[in-house]
């Protein structure tokens, strides 16, 4: 059976490492105490697109550099500050004894994101990945998951399960895949997406199917 994960605030935490990569930026440059708070609430939890964080970033402290290139250096940086915490990564490793096939599906930039995978001791504990600038397709879009599947030696055709904590890319896109899915909630209060199980984190969906019985396996 297969289960993907999304990354980003998901499998790790991608707003921890953004607040010490803040950190850092600012402490380099000389910014001044309001920098980081400014810098956290311009990026929104990731939603907002980088290169337009970097321009509102580079207007804002009136840097040199051209906004791609104070991009490409966080791109640099970023994957170096992940964390991926131990209980995850044997929690993968359990669901791969016990017959998962388990992946990643991720959007973003190809170096941030591999970068991520390799620096947090993921890439040795799932059979593979697949990230939307590499493949030239977003989530929600059903076919990132097709192709993350198909990374993993696998296809959609047996169904399996998508986890993260996006309701739109995630959850509706795992969905429109075929898969089932769990939906992150991060102790958020809006109404739930419609998946099959909300969690609070990653630990807990890999809990849930930990327990789950796979097809063919020995009572």
């Known amino acids: 059976m297969l289960a993907l994960f999304d990354l980003d605030n998901t499998l790790v935490d991608r707003l ?3 607040r010490r ?41 009136g840097l040199p550099e051209p906004a791609g290139e104070l991009w490409r250096a966080y791109r640099a940086r970023l994957p170096h500050l992940i964390r991926c915490r131990p209980e995850v990564l044997d929690g993968l490793e359990r669901l791969r004894a016990a017959g998962w096939t388990v992946g990643i599906a991720t959007n973003g930039m190809t170096d941030n994101q591999t970068g991520k995978i390799r620096h947090s001791g993921l890439a040795t504990r799932v059979h593979g990945w697949a990230v939307s600038e590499a493949e030239g397709v977003r989530k929600p879009d059903a076919r990132l998951f097709a192709i993350a599947a198909a990374r993993c030696g696998t296809s959609l055709e047996g ?54 019985r796979l097809p063919g396996a020995d009572r």
């Open 16 to 18: 921890d490492a953004f």
């Open 21 to 61: 990569w803040a950190a850092e930026f600012a402490a380099e440059r000389k910014l001044g105490p309001r920098a980081v708070p400014w810098l956290e609430a311009a990026d929104a939890d990731g939603s907002v697109p980088m290169d337009a964080f970097f321009a509102r970033v580079r207007d804002r402290f």
């Open 159 to 212: 169904g399996g399960w998508m986890v993260g904590d996006d309701a739109v890319n995630d959850i509706e896109g795992g969905r429109s895949a075929g898969l089932r899915t769990i939906w992150i909630d991060r102790g958020r209060t809006p109404q739930a997406p419609a998946s099959d199980h909300v969690v609070g984190d990653v630990v807990a969906a890999i809990g849930l199917l930990a327990g789950m």
